[in-house]
């Protein structure tokens, strides 16, 4: 079957199990917020991995999210599938005059300002920063917002600058704590993750992408720890700080 036969067959499958089945039945749209994410999530997951057939299934399970909703909106008469997909094809025509219009750029980061400058305008936004999903993830959303300040200018000259407000950042940090107040060191540790995320945006590092690659790091690390205790008949639990120092520097060479 073609793409299209098959969403169609998606789509009926979904109207079918809004009428028989009694979980499918009984769900809303904030009842399902939480699949939407973890789905989302599942995604990014399997490009991390670059497992190809895994990314073809959740990229299934999100399609899967998308119709579901558009279904129980359709059923409460607040809106259809196909205004769906006719919002984001009118939105991608509207937000890329450089391809079905005559606007001329030079290069993909003026396809990014334009982009952004079409928003602001098309959709009455009062501020450049608006449309930033609050639950994002902290450091990305900071990116996404770092991103949007420096289309303006509203940025550093050079990377040398971030690094001395990193570094000033620290100092305020290593001060609140000496000072012992909790809330001023939450603050400031804010703080130096912001200027941390400035400094990836800088390199045009994604800040989410490597603290995931290494938290995964960590993990494989940590779980190499325990295999090699564990043919000690030994667990973390029971085992000595140097001990467990010794296998983490001898995880980096095989893991």
């Not at 205004?83 to 993909?108: M, S, T, W, Y």
């Not at 995931?212 to 720890?225: A, E, N, P």
Request: contains cysteine.
């Amino acid at each position: 079957m073609s793409a299209l036969e098959e969403f169609d067959r998606l789509v009926k499958i979904m109207k079918r199990l809004r009428k028989e089945c009694p979980w499918d039945r009984k769900q809303t749209p904030e009842s399902l917020r939480q699949y939407v994410l973890e789905e989302a999530y599942e995604v990014v997951e399997a490009i991390d991995n670059q497992d190809w057939n895994e990314l073809k299934k959740e990229l299934g399970d999100l399609l899967l999210q998308i119709v579901f909703q558009a279904e129980i909106a359709e059923e409460t008469h607040r809106f259809t599938l196909e205004e769906v997909i006719h919002c984001i094809n009118e939105k991608l025509i509207r937000r890329h005059p450089h391809v079905f219009g005559n606007v001329q750029v030079k290069d993909a980061e003026e396809v990014k300002e334009n982009w952004e400058q079409i928003k602001v305008e098309q959709e009455n936004r009062t501020s450049l920063l608006e449309g930033v999903p609050r639950h994002l993830s902290a450091l990305l959303r900071a990116q996404r917002l770092q991103d949007k300040a420096a289309q303006v200018g509203f940025d550093w000259e050079d990377v040398h600058g971030v690094l001395e407000k990193i570094k000033e950042e620290i100092r305020e940090l290593e001060q609140s704590i000496h000072r012992k107040k909790q809330a001023d060191i939450e603050e400031e540790l804010g703080d130096v993750l912001f200027s941390l995320v400035n400094l990836a945006r800088f390199q045009k590092v994604n800040a989410e992408d490597a603290l995931r690659g290494t938290i995964r790091k960590f993990v494989d690390r940590f779980q190499y720890i325990e295999r090699e205790l564990s043919r000690q008949n030994k667990t973390v639990y029971d085992s000595s700080l140097p001990e467990m120092d010794r296998l983490w520097e001898e995880s980096k060479k095989k893991v």
